[in-house]
Structures are given as structure tokens and as C-alpha cells.
């Protein structure tokens, strides 16, 4: 039996840049959990002595911090500086990105609009880079009730939907003179999203790991079964089955964005081993 | 009988601008025919001496030259200004800005996008402010075909739908990371087009003034009638018939783009003398 990984799967860029940094700072403390995986955050605490902080204010009493993918607010950064901590950057360069334009547009005299969640970490840290603050949408109503000059700058929290973010820079594009759009949107889950489809249309049976109260994962999920019958979710290698290989030919794999890749590797290994 | 005027009708804001400048410089000639209206043309030859070029190549010839409301190029312009003729600067103020976009936005390094007929003089006027050359597109398939670099600022041809204006629009923010989007639709032709629907549904006969071949005034009258059935469509009033109004209550008025305030004067005037 043929094992064909999806094009894309699992873990985005900024996640494992982000787990690449937590590798290299032995005993070091990320601020807040670096990704939503309780595995793998127990192998970095076993593995690099890399613990997890609350939020940022316990930051300012350990050596090393590290600042997770998400990025913080610059007022956190900026008393992280002066407490004298060794900072180690792990923000998403596609969550820098939107920081850097809030900062610039209101710099240049721009209102700027956030298409996100405001409670949503990545959100409040762009949110707080623009000059005399930046206003957090999440629908056309929302943007309705503001009150903006003619020159608007537009970004989007990273995960969005790209056509939930035309709707409101289309609303913004009608009744401002001057609309700045910067399509800061990852194409990281519509990337895997796809990928799975375009996997299980050829497959014969389709493993996608993850948790099962993972949203991104239940999504892959679904969108598998509408093509391969024989998908099957699973968390990790020892749920397995046998009979679900039986006279397969090709076995497709994905995963969801919170699955490390030595997850991922335990259950190729099994399927491997297995005879059809 | 009531007579009432629509909300908005008639010449734009740019055009009344243009034909008041003309009537203050006698026996000047403007470059092409000031508006698409032969008796206004003949109106102000009588009575300013004002001419009517048929290109920029001939204003050299002139002592004072209009610039029309749709502009001349940045190339025509520099010719006229060498040749010592005398510019009088009739370029509609909503040209101006799409002009003086393009030469910013080029020289500041965006690719610049212009949405419009390339053939229309308003867009070569505009287009030839970019300094690198502006690509003309009318259709997302236009766009599709260019080779953008990644920072990209979109103007209109002012007299576009909106609609068709975002489609490019959401093409371009959905592909690439900067768009500066700068709205210069006029609203003129909207406007005169949903006071026409408001007016006719109150009134209980309308009249629609101007050319019998003017699309504009076309669509004009085709709102009017399906909110008023007792809809009449005239070049001047000689046109008009007294039985249109017996036992109206309130005759609604509104007039096509290229029709002069003095023919809807002489209009109402005849109207209002009917007894109904």
C-alpha cells in the first residue's frame, strides 16, 4: 500500500519557525502556551527546559522569554524591555507584518481598521502598534457604526477568511476616498483545507490526525469523508486499526495546524508496518 | 398642477463648472466639443464666440485654448504650455484628482491600475500622468493578464459602476500584499438616476428632457416609466402635448447629462402655462 502525505498538512510556518526557536533557548519561558498542544508542550519542558508562563507580567522574573507566535501588545514588550529580560522573538513574520503597517499607516495620518477578534491575542498585539489606536472589526455593521476620516488602512487578523475580509474592505472601498488594503491573511488553513480534498478524491482510505475538539482538525475531517468514505480521525498512532488498510492501495495522510510533525512520523510508522 | 423637479438632474457638478468658465472667456476655442450637446455648443458660439477645435493640434493656432472637463494629456498639455497659447483650464475637478493619483502613486513605486475604456479621453488623460505608463483594465480578465509587481493603487474612470469597480478590486486585494484603492466614481450618474426613481414614484406623469439617442437619458426614462406609466421622453418643448396632463395632480421633471438647464427652463416655463 502507497502512504501519500497531503500537499500541505499540519503545522503553518510560523509554528514550527516557532518551535525551532523554543528548541534552541534551553530553559528558557514562553509567554502564555507557544501553541494549543499539550504534547508538545510537555516535550519541550522534558526535552529544552522550556516552560510556560501565564501572561506576560511573569515574564519580567525569568532570564529568557519567549515571545510566542501571536506577538504581544508593545506595552508588554516595551516593560519586558526595561525589566532587563533576554527576549527571544518567536512572532509570526506574518503577525509582524500587520504591526509594522498599523504603526506606519497611523504614523502617516491613516485610520486604521483591523478585520479580526479584538479578544484574540494576535489582534490586541497588531492592535496596539497602531499611534492613537486602531478599531477592530469583525462584519460590515461593525464598520458601519464607526466614525473615519477619508484616508483608511485596512489589515486582517491572519486567519481569517478572505472573503469575510473583501465584504468590509468593499463597504470601505465605497464610501472612503482612499482605502490602503494590505491582505495580511495566511493562506496556511485554506492551503491544508485543499490539499486534503485534492488527497482524498485519489485515496482509498484517509487518516487525518488531530484532536478531536480541534476545530481546524474536525473541518479536515469533514472535508475528507466528502471525498474518501473511508476516513477515519484519529489523535495518535494507537488508534490504529487494522481492517480500515484492507485492500487499500493508497493510504492518504493529513493533519490539523496544532499536530506535531513526530506525530504525524508515529503513525506513518505504524501504517507502514501494517500488512493489507 | 404641481411641477416638481427631481432631486438631482442634468448637468454634473463638472460640467456646469466647464460651461460657466467657457461663457467667461469669449472668443476663446476649447479643444473638442466642450459637451456632447450641439445646441449649447451652437449657444455659447453665438453668444461668446467661443469655437470648438477638433484636437490639441490645432490649439496652438489659438490665443486662448479650454481644456475640456475629461482633460488633455500630460504630452498635449506640455505642447500647449511651449507655445505660449493661453490655458484655460476647464478639467472637471474629479479628473484632476485620478490625474494627480497616477503621478503620485508611480513616482512613489505602486504599479497603478486604471479601471476604464482605454479609448476614453478622460482615460488617456489620466494615464498619461504615471510616470512608468498605467495599465488600463476593464474586466478582472484585463487584470489577470498583467505582470504587477506586489504594491499595486487602482483609480476609476469617473463615470464607472461601482459594482463592476470592486470585482477588480477584490481581485487584486485577494492577490496581491498592498492595494491602495482610490474610489474616483462620480455618483452624478447614479444620483440623477435613483432621484428619477424617487421623483416617479410620487408624481403622476413625468417628463424626461434630452437626447432621444442619449443612453443616459435612455435609462432615465426607462426608470421613470416603470414607476410612472404616464412617462414621456423629449429633446425641448416643442415636443410636449397638452392631454399629457389633464387631471394630473404632479408632473415630475428630470433631465439626461448632456441637457442645459435652459432647455428645462423653457420646459417648465411651457408646462406650467398648461391648463389641466
Not at 83 to 107: L, N
Not at 189 to 207: F, P, Y
Not at 232 to 242: A, P, S
Request: charged residues 30%.
Amino acid at each position: 500500500m502507497e502512504i501519500k502525505l497531503a500537499k500541505n498538512y499540519g503545522f503553518c510556518f510560523g509554528v514550527k519557525r516557532a518551535i525551532n526557536i523554543a528548541e534552541n533557548s534551553q530553559d528558557a519561558s514562553t509567554i502564555g502556551p507557544l501553541i494549543h498542544n499539550n504534547e508538545e508542550i510537555k516535550r519541550l519542558k522534558a526535552n529544552f527546559n522550556v516552560d510556560t508562563l501565564k501572561d506576560a507580567s511573569e515574564a519580567k522574573d525569568v532570564k529568557k522569554a519567549i515571545i510566542r507566535t501571536h506577538g504581544i501588545t508593545k506595552g508588554d514588550l516595551n516593560t519586558l524591555t526595561k525589566s532587563g529580560t533576554k527576549i527571544i522573538d518567536a512572532t509570526c513574520p506574518f503577525v509582524t507584518k500587520p504591526q509594522q503597517i498599523c504603526k506606519e499607516m497611523s504614523e502617516e495620518g491613516y485610520d486604521v481598521v483591523i478585520f479580526g477578534d479584538e479578544n484574540h491575542p494576535e489582534v490586541r498585539s497588531v492592535q496596539s502598534y497602531a499611534k492613537n489606536g486602531a478599531k477592530v472589526v469583525l462584519s460590515v455593521r461593525d464598520v458601519d457604526t464607526l466614525e473615519l476620516r477619508q484616508k483608511v488602512a485596512i489589515v486582517s487578523q491572519t486567519t481569517r477568511k478572505v472573503e469575510e475580509f473583501l465584504k468590509i474592505v468593499n463597504y470601505l472601498c465605497v464610501n472612503y476616498k482612499e482605502v490602503r488594503v494590505f491582505n495580511t491573511i495566511c493562506n496556511a488553513t485554506s492551503e491544508n483545507q485543499d490539499a486534503a480534498r485534492d488527497l482524498a478524491k485519489e485515496a482509498d482510505v484517509m487518516i487525518v490526525i488531530g484532536g478531536k475538539n480541534s476545530s481546524n482538525t474536525k473541518q479536515l475531517f469533514s472535508i475528507s469523508k466528502e471525498c474518501c468514505s473511508d476516513s477515519f480521525l484519529i489523535e495518535n498512532e494507537k488508534e490504529l486499526k487494522k481492517e480500515w488498510f484492507k485492500n487499500k492501495n493508497l493510504c492518504g495522510i493529513t493533519a490539523g495546524a496544532s499536530t506535531p510533525d513526530w506525530i504525524i512520523q508515529k503513525v506513518i510508522g505504524k501504517i507502514s508496518k501494517i500488512k493489507v
